[in-house]
């Protein structure tokens, strides 16, 4: 069983910046596709953004595409979301999502369903 930690979320202004980060507890993310969705009150979770296994693909959904980068570090287990240019509709609870995969794939998966594993999620909040 595979466990996801979120961190670093919090409140900023709008045009602002945060990075949050995700820690997983299995020996590698070699073999994951790591994703990011998020989800607002009285909304759908929705995908934000993902990394193959192999870490050579991402994905962006278009709302967030040239604000906001996902990054990892095999060493350290972690996946990062760096956001940049906050607006107020990007505030929601995010989660991290972890995919098993075929070692260094280059699977990119947007949608929730394939998903196995998930964090507790981290709350952003951005202010006007």
């Known amino acids: 069983q595979v466990q996801l930690v979120e961190s670093g979320g919090g409140l900023v202004q709008a045009g602002g910046s945060l990075r949050l980060s995700c820690t997983t507890s299995?020996?590698?993310?070699?073999?994951?596709?790591m994703g990011w969705f998020r989800q607002a009150p009285g909304k759908e979770r929705e995908f934000v953004t993902a990394?193959?296994?192999?870490?050579?693909?991402?994905y962006y959904a278009d709302s967030v595409r040239g604000r906001f980068t996902i990054s990892r570090d095999v060493a350290k287990r972690t996946v990062y979301l760096q956001m940049n240019s906050l607006k107020p509709e990007d505030t929601a609870v995010y989660y991290c999502?972890?995919?098993?995969?075929?070692?260094?794939?280059?699977?990119?998966?947007?949608?929730?369903?394939?998903?196995?594993?998930w964090g507790q999620g981290t709350q952003v909040t951005v202010s006007s």
């Open positions: 299995g020996r590698t993310i070699s073999n994951y596709a």
């Open positions: 999502a972890g995919r098993p995969t075929p070692y260094y794939s280059n699977e990119v998966p947007t949608t929730r369903e394939l998903y196995n594993y």
């Open positions: 990394i193959s296994s192999s870490g050579a693909n991402t």
